[in-house]
């Protein structure tokens, strides 16, 4: 349901953009955001965008990272700029509404030198 692109290997400091496209049915109604998971950790949310364009951000990507809507295009992006070690994870998009709960395969970002 949800298609992810974008991730790869990256130094520190630069920056990679993440895709995840759905159909129009599920974006429309759903909350879309981006997760993230280490081996041995719990997922974790990094950011969220709202039906209505609202974002919220974990505490540490505030600055960094970027959540964004396009509805013509059915796509929500994550611009993860200036970015750590410790950003290294598998990144998994998500669509959730008042009925639904949709995951994306998971995409992986590698921040080392």
């Known amino acids: 349901q949800l298609v992810e692109s974008g991730g790869g290997l990256v130094q520190p400091g630069g920056s990679l953009r993440l895709s995840c496209a759905c159909s129009r049915s599920i974006f429309s109604r759903s909350a879309m955001g981006w997760y993230r998971q280490v081996p041995g950790e719990q997922r974790e949310l990094v950011a969220i965008?709202?039906?209505?364009?609202?974002?919220n951000y974990a505490d540490n990507v505030k600055g960094r990272f970027t959540i964004s809507r396009d509805n013509a295009k059915n796509t929500v992006y994550l611009q993860m700029d200036s970015l750590k070690p410790d950003d290294t994870a598998v990144y998994y998009c998500n669509a959730k509404n008042w009925a639904t709960n949709y995951w994306g395969q998971g995409t992986q970002v590698t921040v080392s030198s």
């Open positions: 965008t709202t039906t209505g364009g609202g974002t």
